[in-house]
């Protein structure tokens, strides 16, 4: 897995070689596994709703990789994009949807209070205003923009008079960033 931790997030997805396709996806999922637990923990009511949620988006993360296409976006995007879609589906049903972890043959993870602790930490108002006022300016103008106004591209290139191409090298670069933070702090 070693060769995997310099590879970037776009080739760790799309690598489909049998071999060192679970290795390449294990290196993706450990890079974001905290910043989704975050992003979880910060809209729902528990911490163990939150480790839902992250489980159910990594599952659908990994069973359709085919079609992420990083000239749509960066591999960051079209995860949280994936992560959106998890919560705004386990709202409408009320429940968290197991079908993708139930297709990989994955089990749930029982998780003790430690683990509780550390989504909760993740996903606390300071943890994450940390990380975000540790970015460049630009990146986390384009983050929030991104992720908090839910903003396209293009709106965000056309209010800061600038390309959607910049704006998308700030949200990657950014959200590179945050992982580096978040992960570093679990």
Known sequence: MNRER???DEELVAERRHER?????????????PAVLAYHRRRVSSAELAADLTAET???ALAGRSRFRPDR??????????AHHVLVDSVRRGTVEQRAREKLGMTRIELDDEDLVR???????DHLRHALDALPEEQREA???RYVHEESYDETAARLRTSSSVVRKRVSRGL???RDHMGGAA
Not at 21 to 33: L, V
Not at 73 to 82: K, Q, T
């Open 73 to 82: 976006g960066n591999a960051a995007g079209w995860l949280f994009g994936i």
């Open 21 to 33: 396709s679970t290795a390449a996806f294990g290196e993706f999922y450990a890079r974001y596994e």
């Open 6 to 8: 310099h590879r970037s």
């Open 119 to 125: 989504i909760d930490d993740l996903g606390s108002d």
């Open 58 to 60: 990594f599952a659908r």
């Open 176 to 178: 590179s960033r945050l």
């Open 143 to 145: 983050i929030v923009a």
